[in-house]
């Protein structure tokens, strides 16, 4: 085996198949924006070989079996996989969760130098999956050999999205970080989801609540996609249903008119339920609309639990984002 490459999106693990054959292309699609982080010895067992793993703590899970057993690496650590390759990319689009999993790649592999030798970078200007494998093929972007700069940038900023505060991560522009371009404006991007001064929600939910305050009134008019007007990229699918139920589906309600819900699987595999919920027609409540005209706050009418990386984000404890010091506040 030549070439080893590693993504984030399992679409762009096929699309980079079909560019590339005879090399392998895995994807690791944790979810690192979403929720909360895994444990100190989850992300240590992660990029291990597979023992006792539970679903989804495993680097290889997000990858088709038969691609593993074609290349005879199934189970495989993440260090030994590598050790029989004689290259490593890493494909890294500018996406949110993306930029967090290049700094958990790169932090973990740092103490293997054997790996690192053979270790490079390639970071697109737009999604990889995006593209159809002979675009990927002709417009190849140059790989980066991954440096110390790479390394020491990633360490600081992996260790400051895991911190229990988000005062390490707002300190991050601050420093020289053009050895990875995309990581500046991730940074921004979510230090922008923490609950906002003045109105208590991250801005994914007010880019939901002034959509429909613009007369878009179904739920999947709101959600981002290509060529749809929440231009907000942060969350994916599942993440984006469940903030939009969130608006909808608590004590003092931003959003009427949600007609199904909770926005998960069983919802999808039942027809009836999941047409209702396309059927929905949303408008804003007047907690809503106080909210959009900066005269009310979210957090003062509804409980806040959730995990912002490492994080734990409350009633008691809302760090805040205020755009327009483009400065954190403490509780």
Known sequence: ?????????????GALMGACPGDLAI??????VWGALPSGAQLDAFFAARTMQENSLHWQDDCPSWR???????????????????????????????????????????????????????????????QLPKEL???????????????????????????PTPQAWFGLPGRDLKALPHLRSSVISL?????????????????????????????????????????????????VGALLDGLAHCPAPAVSGLDEGPFDLEMHEDADRHARYKRSRLALTELGKAVIAGADDFSRHNPIHRWWGGTEVTNDRLWRWDPERRTLVAP
Not at 27 to 32: G, Y
Not at 82 to 89: F, I, N, P, R
Not at 137 to 163: F, G, K, M, S, Y
């Open 27 to 32: 994807a690791i699609e944790r979810r690192l």
């Open 68 to 130: 593993l057993e074609g290349f005879g690496v199934a189970d495989l650590g993440l260090i030994e996989l590598c050790a029989k390759c004689e290259a490593v990319e890493l494909w890294i689009s500018p996406e949110s969760n993306d930029q967090l999993m290049l700094l958990w790649l790169l932090d973990y592999l740092r103490p293997h130098t054997n790996v690192i030798s053979r270790l490079s970078l390639i970071q697109t200007d737009s999604g990889i999956g995006d």
């Open 1 to 13: 085996m030549t070439r080893l490459i590693l993504t984030a999106d399992s679409s762009a693990a």
């Open 137 to 163: 093929a002709t417009l190849r972007p140059q790989a980066v050999p991954i440096c110390n700069d790479h390394l020491e940038i990633a360490a600081a900023a992996w260790a400051a999205w895991r911190a």
């Open 191 to 239: 230090l922008e989801e923490l609950p906002m001064c003045g109105s208590g929600l991250g801005a994914t939910e007010m880019r939901i609540l002034e959509l429909i305050s613009a007369g878009h009134v179904h739920p999947y008019e709101v959600f981002p996609g290509h060529e749809k007007p929440n231009e907000r990229r942060v969350f994916g699918y599942w993440e």
